[in-house]
C-alpha cells in the first residue's frame, strides 16, 4: 500500500444553535468515509471552544481519492443536509509530509 499523501481541513462555521444537529450528520458521513472509501485513511472531526465552530481532519491517499469523496452519495447527502447549518466554511489542503502511527511500547 501507498503511504497516503494528501490531507485536508476544513473549518465550518455554523449557525448558533446547530452545532449538535450538525455533529450528527458529520459523524456518520467520517464513518462512512473511512469504512467504505478506500483512499479515505482519517477523517477526525474536532471540537474547537468556540461552540459554533467544527473542524475536519482528513488523510487521503492523494488528491485523487479527495475528489473521489467529493462524488460520492454520502458526501453528497451530507453536503445538502448540511447546507443551511452553515454560514461560513474555510478548506486548506496539504501535501502530507509525515504520516505516523501510534507505537505501543
Known sequence: MT?????????????SGQRDRFL?????????????????????????EAEDRVVLYEIYNDRAAFDAHLATSH???FDRATKDLVKGKAVTSFTLFEHTKAVVL
Do not use: M, Q, W, Y
Not at 3 to 15: E, M
Not at 27 to 46: I, M, Q, W, Y
Open 24 to 48: 450528527k450528520l458529520v459523524k456518520e458521513n467520517a464513518a462512512t468515509s473511512v469504512n467504505v472509501e478506500p483512499g479515505c485513511h482519517r477523517f477526525d472531526v474536532l471540537l474547537p
Open 3 to 15: 503511504a497516503p499523501t494528501f490531507a485536508i481541513t476544513v473549518v465550518f462555521d455554523l449557525v
Open 75 to 77: 458526501f453528497k447527502v
